[in-house]
């Protein structure tokens, strides 16, 4: 019983002595937020909706179907983990693009979303 505790006390001692921290920071574009892409939908979504939503596109592109409009953020994910005696940071890219792809009406016929640090948050409609 007296080495089940002491072993219990030596673990939460331990724990208080790692420290972790998570950080992110923009590089370029605006974060794009993964559940404004869910309220997207296409043959009901505007144009004018979209830049409601996301603002000016970082770049717009006539296509045969219509405009296309790309939205991009570039960024890093910065992980800190401390012991009194030891510190591991890593750093991770990050890279979100929105494509929307526009009708002659301007109403969405596509849209896609990928997330280079999270593909489960990937999206394509349309």
Known sequence: MRNHLRTVWMLGLAAA?????????QLSGRDIDPKTIEQITPGVTTKH???????????????????EYLYTYRGVIE?????IVYAKKTTTDERKT??????????V???????SNNPAEDVSKG
Do not use: A, M
């Not at 016929?109 to 990928?114: I, L, P, R």
């Open 17 to 25: 002595f790692v420290i972790g921290c998570t950080q992110r920071h």
């Open 49 to 67: 909706e979209i830049e409601e939503r996301f603002g000016k596109p970082d770049q717009v592109r006539d296509k045969s179907e219509g405009e």
């Open 79 to 83: 992980k800190t983990t401390e012991l």
């Open 98 to 107: 929105l494509r929307v792809l526009f009708n002659k009406k301007d109403v």
């Open 109 to 115: 016929k596509e849209v896609s979303y990928t997330n």
